[in-house]
């Protein structure tokens, strides 16, 4: 589960606090505008989701968008029934760069107060993996960021959890392309980054990175000028290569390993072998011999009888060696699968 933390939360608590006093008119359920997919203000992740909500506490369902896909929004019933502002939920959440996990999510929009009782007193919203479903403000943050930014970095985690990133989880690592061109898995085996901590190096934690690198693309495809980099650590900040890769995972998502066949008499035999993508090589041999995977330089990743598995980090081809020995006979086959 991700939550979404002001950084400035008293501030926020206080002005609703101060409106409540002042016998405020109740909460009514913004319009989105997809321009203000920016915000001003500091935000981050953390928390756990504290409560679910009963089918009494909400009104709406699902919508045919603009685009003509269903989308699932659903508002507290603290917010006036009105259906015209939740289709235009429906149409902004579609207007999103997406693919077919828009059918998977579900829009909870809350009070700001209702969202401190589901995803925790100091979140501003939420998204629960297990459950595919976003809690999001349905009005702006007094001195915060807008509803809009809120939904579009959860959707971002909302991607993340239905794409794959093989031997890692997509929600903690970003997706497999992203992850690639920032080097994440590379920056974790060097402890600069942690995934999946929203506490203590919550501004490093490259699933946080990966959701608002998505808003960001969706920023810049609207052409706003951009807001400033301000959630996570700026050595996490999306080069264009990074945006470039996000849109495509987002669009034509990584569907898992390629699989390279070779087959051979010779006593000793190495391929090479490209690896775009950072994540598992593995080779097996069918016939008596040993594997080995290589860097281009010759170090050893891993070795063994029949099999090899290694994982790639930044590096872009593996040598494969097979060695039988001299009394092998017969042709080998070689299987190699690489991300």
């Not at 999510?105 to 979140?123: D, K």
């Not at 040598?319 to 190699?336: C, D, H, K, P, Q």
């Amino acid at each position: 589960m991700k939550s979404l933390l002001l950084g400035t939360v008293a501030l926020a608590a206080a002005a609703l606090a101060a409106a409540a006093a002042a016998g405020a008119p109740a909460s009514r359920l913004e319009a989105p505008v997809r321009g203000e997919i920016v915000y001003d203000g500091p935000i981050r992740d953390s928390g756990t989701v504290t409560r679910t909500l009963q089918a009494s506490a909400v009104w709406g369902g699902t919508y045919t968008a603009a685009t003509g896909e269903p989308v699932t929004i659903y508002a507290s019933s603290a917010y006036p029934v009105d259906e015209t502002v939740a289709q235009r939920w429906a149409d902004f959440v579609a207007s999103l760069v997406h693919g077919r996990e828009l059918g998977m999510v579900r829009i909870f929009l809350e009070t700001s107060r209702e969202i401190r009782a589901t995803c925790g007193r100091t979140a501003l919203a939420c998204y629960d993996s297990g459950d595919g479903a976003v809690y999001a403000p349905g009005e702006d943050v007094p001195d915060g960021p807008t509803a809009e930014a809120m939904v579009a970095h959860e959707y971002g985690h909302h991607v993340a959890a239905h794409r794959a990133n093989n031997p890692w989880r997509a929600i903690d690592y970003g997706t497999k392309r992203w992850a690639t061109a920032m080097n994440i898995c590379g920056r974790v085996q060097t402890g600069e980054l942690s995934p999946g901590d929203e506490n203590t190096s919550y501004e490093r934690n490259p699933g946080e990175a990966f959701a608002e690198s998505y808003r960001v693309l969706n920023e810049r495809k609207l052409g706003r000028p951009e807001t400033a980099w301000e959630i996570v650590d700026q050595a996490l900040y999306p080069s264009d290569a990074a945006l470039a890769a996000v849109e495509q995972d987002v669009v034509d998502p990584w569907r898992g390993v390629a699989i390279l066949r070779y087959s051979g008499t010779a006593r000793t035999r190495t391929y090479t072998v490209a690896t775009p993508l950072d994540g598992t090589v593995r080779a097996s041999l069918r016939g008596a011999g040993t594997v080995e995977i290589l860097r281009a330089s010759g170090a050893r990743l891993a070795s063994g009888t029949l099999s090899a598995t290694a994982t790639v980090c930044r590096v872009r081809s593996v040598r494969v060696r097979v060695t039988r020995s001299a009394s092998a006979t017969g042709a080998f086959a070689l299987m190699i699968t690489r991300p």
